[in-house]
């Protein structure tokens, strides 16, 4: 199959913002999709590349060659450089990449370019992820939604269910069942503005558990006697470098086991370490329990768990929450994240409020009755964090691609430098824009460019405040004021507000 169709479908379901009309793209193109192309078109579609690393960065794709007047890549061929070039390695690789990058760029028409861009970058913005191609597959092989991203579920990728509902129907899609050793894919939680409408989310009055949310790494952990796999949110193995991690689930009772969680730090203080703290931390060291507090050796990454999903050969994913959390506190005393069980509104608040005070991000509220929804964001867990909102300054915009392409899309904030004077760069979005802000914005920065807008990224005049919600705030040595926010996403453009009175690089630091 040539890419150029690939593109030409993608193009389509950029181009429409109905859920139906992208599905059915996906599913006409699926369905003449020969075989052996079929798991390389569905990972692209979803707007990835097979391989979670290629060596190629911005820099390599600076300087494209002149692209192809037609075209004549086909997808299998396209796989087959990818791999080539992630398999490189040792002196002269660099030299090596670049000149197949190149061969195989040049081979590709401007659109094909655009769309191998993006897919090295992880930029496809085509308003498509793999829940609506998994969607895809299933209308394309005639089978219920519900059994695809189930079979997805449990096997961790989307690409190989997608070959066995088209070879093989609902039989095959049947035969995935979850397997202590192979990552699932996490469930996932939506997001309410304040604990009252969590609980409306869930179902007024129903029983819940208001879980605390941790800061940390999102960990799954597989046991087969004495091997256990501790595998992140995109299903990473990181067991290599979380030894304590692996000891402590080494200690618990069960011989087979998966849980979910998250990997820690609690600090000398009782107060949890920063994402950024935990995800640097090299930890070997082996903590079978919680922290001790009362000890100087606390920087020790451990496991605290939310959920089981098997132990001992009994699934559990089908069980109601209320049986799982029951499970894990046998098998897991001590080692379970703090909770609160309840239907009243105002325990569910205090214990929010109570959270937030002691430095974690804020609750997940989740429904006792629900099933484990693995790969799956619904309304069974809904998260509430803390809003934080600082007012900015719009230092340079970006044109966008895909639906956006036209319009001056992703924005690059600055906080005021008090001292210095001048602005200081923390980070660029474009969520949270709506068509109207995307058309409103594209004017305004068109007349406050400062050199044309011919240009990728067009600087403009630091004039227009916006006011911007975000999670949190990290560091970071990518911007000049060494922090950078979390979850950016824009609420409103600030007219009444001029640049002067904007927030400060020592207000955002503060928040660090």
């Given at each position: 199959m040539l890419l150029a169709d690939v593109v030409a479908t993608s193009r389509a379901v950029a181009a429409t913002r109905s859920r139906l009309a992208k599905r059915a793209a996906i599913?006409?193109?699926?369905?003449?999709?020969?075989?052996?192309?079929?798991?390389?078109?569905?990972?692209?579609?979803?707007?990835?590349?097979?391989?979670?690393?290629?060596?190629?960065?911005?820099?390599?794709?600076?300087?494209?060659?002149?692209?192809?007047?037609?075209?004549?890549?086909?997808?299998?061929?396209?796989?087959?450089?990818?791999?080539?070039?992630?398999?490189?390695s040792g002196p002269g690789s660099a030299g090596a990449r670049t000149d197949a990058a190149a061969a195989l760029f040049g081979a590709a028409t401007a659109d094909e370019q655009a769309y191998l861009r993006g897919?090295?970058?992880?930029?496809?913005?085509?308003?498509?992820?793999?829940?609506?191609?998994?969607?895809a597959v299933a209308e394309a092989a005639g089978l219920p939604a519900a059994d695809v991203r189930r079979a997805v579920m449990l096997r961790g990728a989307l690409a190989p269910v997608a070959s066995a509902a088209l070879s093989g129907g609902a039989e095959a899609v049947a035969g995935f069942r979850l397997e202590a050793g192979r990552a699932v894919r996490p469930m996932l939680a939506s997001s309410a503005p304040d604990v009252a409408a969590a609980l409306e989310k869930i179902g007024a009055g129903s029983p819940t558990s208001v879980d605390t949310k941790l800061d940390g790494i999102r960990i799954q952990v597989h046991r087969v006697g004495d091997d256990v796999r501790v595998y992140t949110r995109s299903l990473d193995d990181i067991t290599e470098r979380v030894g304590s991690i692996v000891e402590a689930v080494r200690g618990l009772s069960a011989d087979t086991l998966v849980l979910d969680g998250e990997a820690v730090v609690i600090e000398q203080d009782g107060r949890p370490?920063?994402?950024?703290?935990?995800?640097?931390?090299?930890?070997?060291?082996?903590?079978?329990?919680?922290?001790?507090?009362?000890s100087d050796d606390v920087r020790v990454l451990s496991p605290v768990f939310f959920d089981v999903l098997h132990v001992d050969g009994e699934d559990l994913i089908d069980r109601p929450l209320s049986e799982r959390l029951e499970v894990l506190d046998r098998l897991a005393p001590g080692l379970t994240v703090p909770r609160l069980r309840t239907a009243d509104g105002a325990e569910a608040t205090t214990f929010f409020d109570d959270v937030v005070d002691r430095g974690y991000e804020g609750v997940v509220v989740k429904a006792l009755d629900a099933p484990y929804e693995a790969g799956r964001r619904g309304a069974a867990w809904v998260k509430v964090k803390p809003r934080h909102t600082l007012d900015l300054v719009v230092l340079a915009v970006e044109w966008g691609s895909g639906r956006r392409k036209g319009w001056l899309s992703n924005i690059h904030l600055g906080a005021r430098d008090p001292d210095g004077g001048g602005f200081v760069m923390l980070g660029k979005t474009f969520k949270g824009m709506t068509d109207e802000i995307l058309a409103w914005q594209t004017e305004r920065f068109t007349e406050l460019a400062t050199d044309g807008t011919d240009d990728w990224v067009v600087t403009v005049r630091p004039e227009q405040v916006v006011e911007i919600a975000f999670d949190g705030v990290q560091r970071s040595p990518r911007y000049p004021g060494g922090v950078a926010l979390r979850f950016a996403r824009v609420l409103r453009y600030r007219d009444d507000k001029p640049a002067a009175e904007a927030d400060t690089i020592d207000a955002v630091r503060a928040l660090l």
């Open positions: 599913a006409e193109l699926l369905a003449a999709t020969p075989p052996d192309a079929l798991e390389v078109v569905v990972t692209y579609l979803a707007g990835e590349l097979r391989q979670r690393r290629t060596g190629l960065g911005w820099a390599s794709m600076r300087d494209l060659p002149d692209p192809a007047a037609e075209p004549s890549l086909d997808v299998v061929d396209v796989d087959a450089a990818f791999e080539t070039m992630a398999a490189m897919l090295v970058s992880g930029d496809v913005r085509q308003g498509a992820l793999d829940s609506v191609v998994a969607d370490a920063p994402f950024q703290d935990i995800a640097s931390l090299g930890a070997t060291r082996v903590r079978p329990e919680a922290p001790d507090l009362s």
